[in-house]
């Protein structure tokens, strides 16, 4: 199979919990630090207390003072401590997560799930729509409104660098909100298994500054000059009844069966974040797409000249 | 009571009787035995083999992930070997081995010759052979099943499930129905079977906590097979429990799933937590200290175990009162868990412990499973859940929480009951070897998983981009998990191939206190007589009880009348009741075993005259066995069971081992039917919208089935007091009739959907009220045989004014059929009238 393009190429932590870029995440990472913090002695304890019961000590306990030990370990020592840590996480829970109406939320992203990629729509109150797929872009510092659905399987859609995951379920739709913290690009990937290629259903989320998201936003929410290009791509792209399944702002094909491709020609990844954007990458898809990916409902294309694919290719990539 | 030899007895003749009753069958006959200790051998056997083979499944596992973007396995085969590498562990490792071990173990340990239903608990081993080889062997043929062991729909019920998902359910059904079996089977020998004298607060906590697992699986594993039913329903004829565009909800199914599947998790730890609380006291040469804390601790995690389910689905958007809710539960699970933990360390603190194989093996365990406790504490928490949940994180939790708390102390049983079969010993130096490359073997595996999930690597991935941070932790992943190979081959070439050379030693060589240390490995009596028990750990205080027991001073030293013969005793206070006669050496328990398998794999290639014909076949043999092997009428009252104690041969109602079971099965059916009408409010309150504009079967026709089925009950209970009183005429006629009835209700019951033009395809509300009605005509139906066997058995003469145990069981099945008749009918008929 085509090899999955290191897009993040030594970026060990664009997709580590621990590695936090944003609000939910960070406090998540406290919290576990602070557990791996209270857990260790607490193991080291009742194994150094078993060692010592069983081969350090040299006289046999009374048995009223064995008992004892159980009641201040067994229930005295977890009550107090899942007492303490239960508050803790019970507290922080509705500050996670708010789901108090969606008006809140300035910027609202709906994404629906698919054998395996990511349809995905922007939504402004003041009437900005913006279809695309397979990756997210996130303004820095403002609570972004997640609405989750999925149109064949159970999937999950988690960016481990800026919260935790929520499922995408056939029939009912899920809410999330995300605030991130620090410009980058991380990675995000279904952690629902949702059938064969379930490892190659990923993303990449990019977190921009307000100025710079707002200008990509306004830009996404025009057809690409790109349609218009000169070459036979367009023609071929036509020919191959590839507009029966891909829609493309400005032009009469309209499906969402397959992904968005209004603007291919300027995002990362490939493929749900399997190849790094290009031509070649994108020829290489077209061709077999099951090839990159086992299970993918898109047909091959093996009846086209590489010549042809090429052809189709540049188009795509104009698509900016 | 004195155990004084009688000076009439001639022991040696009695002796060669005994060992002739008991004897089991030879040359290929051998697989015929129903013998607890043969069944229990196989059993673990059995289970111990497809361990192996998951666990090589698990080297495959990571062999695949050992470097990034391996091409090893493709993704297809990748998702084959996960999903049966879990499900193998699960359903036919984890607990089979302790329905092994319970059947192999208990009988010497409560002093019972036998377990009260030796051929179930065959026929239970049988159905687990071929439906676990059913279920293995698929991987050889490329269509075992690919979509995880917790098989969620939708993707488990398209189409890209394939046959697999088909095997999964049906196999693992089959398997189910032969752990209810084994849970019956349990539950009665522990309440019924027990020595005289072993009041519940004497009982061996083995059995405390094996009484606990099987009463947790009689409701756990039924929700699993209402889930199951409704799975197949979906697969085989569209009927769309699971499809959100015809009213269903994919979620009922998580829902069923983990309710059955979080019990499971304590149904696995506790057996082996009680494996510990037998070999802790030995080692720590005391008895064990706060025995009432434990006992208590182990009802409590069962109970709690029963409300945590939904911690499984803190990521399915359910609302966060809820996830609150359950959250809270699941931490406090970890209080009983830690006061069963302190219990261990307070006996040895108290003792002064001898440090073997065992003992290793158990300390291995607990320092591994408190780990496995604290990360289960944190993933209890539903934010750090948000981003462990479906992570490698989760993957180390549970391995932490099931090898350690299971799999090292299974492995610590093992070289400490060993020596009970031939009174041969397992090598401590092959064990203390085996033990440190286990232990070190596992750490190296699991204990980087924790790292690799939290930088963020899903679960149930064929493969994974390089450089992103998780290339060299997996790696060292691979190589522990070789080291953990080794150890666990190290054991069983010393199980298996050594054992021929080994001497025989002594069977008691721990010098432990319970009573199963007594028994005779070659003999197959279980024991040579039963005593009176005064102690928790009779042979460290109940001095000569070992020679007393084997020199046959006890009770029930003989089987003068050729039968296989076993006490039963009060279920509190265990005083002696009854000689109860069990079933002996028998082909019809495989022959059962083989046709309802037949069934099953049959209707998974979906040939329905074959699974047809092999239905009624089972049922011929079932019917055949319950004739021919079951409350037989003896050929006298009462027997001597020495020291002046003379006990009855036969008993029903109450007091019979068949009642019990009877109503054990039916609470266990009773959960299974109570999952079916969750599933009905489950789609009514998920649904604005509930009936999907489909017309109801009305009320006329489910109040006929209603009023039919109570008929059947009352002729049913006046039958049995008829027969009491002798009018043997009226009883006849009042069963035959009252089987007329239920056939009626049967047909009313189908009638109501019927008339209406229900289509269970079309929405899922007509769906469920089919699956209802049938479900409770179907139930009718099988109480209506039950009515003509009983007539059949009394115009035989097999069933008399006194001996009318088939009766009062009968009229206790009938009880929850009335029951179950009541909800179905008035939820189908009465409530969406209310709404």
Known sequence: ?????????????????????????????????????????????????????????????????????????????????????????????????????????????????????????????????????????????????????SDDMIHSFWIPALGGKMDLIPGRQNRLSLRATKVGTYRGQCAEFCGTSHALMAFPAIVMEGAAFETWLNARSRPSSGVHAPGTGRALFERNRCGSCHRIAGTQWQSTAGPDLSHVGSRLTIGAGQLASGSEALASFVADAGAVKAGAHMPANSHLSAAELTEIATWLKGLQ | ??????????????????????????????????????????????????????????????????????????????????????????FLFAVPIFEAVAIFLLPPMLGARELPFPRLGA???????????????????????????????????????????????????????????????????????????????????????????????????????????????????????????????????????????????????????????????????????????????????????????????????LPQISLAFFSAASEAVAIPTAVQIFVFIATMLAGRVIFSTPMLFAMGGIAIFVMGGLTGVMVALVPFDWQAHDTYFVVAHLHYVLIGGMLFPVFAGLYYYYPLIGGKHMSDRVGRF????????????????????????????????????????????????????????????DVTLHRRGKPRGEVNPWNAGTLEWISEPEENWGVRSIPRIESRYPLWDQEALARQVNAGDWYLPDAKEGRRETLVTSVLDAEPEQVLRVGGTSYVTIISALTLGTVFVALTFKWWIVSLISGLAFMAAVLWWLWNGTGDIPEKDGKDIGHGISLPLYASGVKSVGWWAMFITMTGDGTAFASLVFGYFFFWTVHADFTGGIAGPGMFWPMMALALFALSWAATLAAREANRRGKLAVAWILLGSGALTSIAGCAAALAGPLTTGMDPTAHVYAAIVWTLVIWAALHGAMGGIMQLYCLARSLAGRLTARHDMELHNVALYWHFMLVTALVTFAVVGLFPEAL
């Open chain 1, 1 to 149: 199979m085509a090899a999955l393009t290191p897009v993040f190429s030594a970026c060990s932590g664009v997709q580590s919990a621990l590695d936090p870029a944003g609000e939910e995440s960070g406090q998540v990472a406290r919290l576990f630090w602070l557990m791996i913090a209270g857990g260790l002695p607490i193991w080291a304890f009742v194994v150094a207390l078993s060692l010592y019961a069983s081969r350090w000590k040299l006289e046999p306990l009374r048995e009223d003072t064995a008992a004892r030990v159980i009641f201040w370990g067994g229930v005295v020592l977890p009550v107090t401590v899942l007492a303490a840590l239960l508050a803790y996480a019970l507290w922080l829970m509705p500050s996670l997560r708010p789901f108090a109406g969606s008006d809140d939320a300035t910027l609202r992203i709906e994404i629906t799930g698919r054998q395996f990629w990511w349809h995905v729509v922007y939504k402004r109150p003041n009437g900005v729509r913006v279809v695309s797929a397979n990756e997210i872009r996130l303004p820095v510092g403002e609570r972004v409104e997640f609405a989750l659905t």
């Open chain 2, 1 to 90: 009571m004195s155990a004084q030899p009688e000076p009439t007895r001639d022991k040696a003749t009695e002796e060669a009787q005994l060992r002739a009753v008991w004897a089991k069958p030879t040359g290929w006959r051998y697989w015929t035995s129903v013998n607890n200790a043969q069944v229990g051998l196989w059993y673990g056997a059995t289970a111990f083999a497809f361990m192996l083979f998951a666990g090589l499944l698990g080297l495959l596992i990571r062999a695949q992930l050992a470097v990034p973007q391996n091409d090893l396995l493709s993704a297809e085969t990748y998702n084959q070997v996960y999903t049966l590498h879990g499900t193998v562990m699960m």
């Open chain 2, 123 to 317: 026929f239970g081993f049988w159905s687990f052979l071929i439906g676990g080889i059913f279920v293995c062997g698929s991987i050889f043929f490329g269509v075992a099943p690919n979509s995880g062991w917790f098989m969620y729909p939708p993707l488990a019920t398209s189409e890209q499930a394939g046959i697999g998902a088909d095997i999964w359910l049906l196999g693992l059904s089959f398997i189910e129905v032969a752990s209810l079996a084994a849970a019956v089977e349990l539950i009665v020998g522990i309440m019924k079977c027990r020595a005289p004298g072993m009041r519940v607060n004497l009982m061996p906590l083995f059995a405390w906590y094996l009484l606990i697992v099987a009463g947790m699986i009689l409701f756990a594993f039924p929700p699993l097979i209402a889930g199951d039913l409704l799975f197949e329903l979906q697969r085989m004829f569209d009927w769309p429990f699971f499809d959100p565009a015809r009213g269903g909800d994919p979620l009922l199914w998580q829902h069923l799933f983990w309710i059955f599947g979080h019990p499971e998790v304590y149904i696995i730890f506790l057996p082996a937590i009680a494996l510990l609380a037998m070999i802790v006291p030995t080692f720590a040469r005391r008895p064990i200290v706060g025995y009432s804390w434990i006992v208590l601790a182990a009802v409590g995690t069962g109970f709690l175990s029963f409300g945590l389910w939904v911690h499984h689905m803190f990521a399915t958007g």
């Open chain 2, 434 to 493: 085996a033990f440190w490359l286990m232990f070190a073997g596992f750490n190296i595996t699991f204990f980087p998983m924790h790292l690799t999930g939290l930088r963020g690597m899903p679960r149930r991935v064929y493969t994974y981009p390089a450089d992103i941070g998780w290339d060299w932790l997996n790696l060292i992943s691979t190589m522990g998990a070789v080291v953990l190979g080794i150890g666990m081959f190290a054991v069983v070439m």
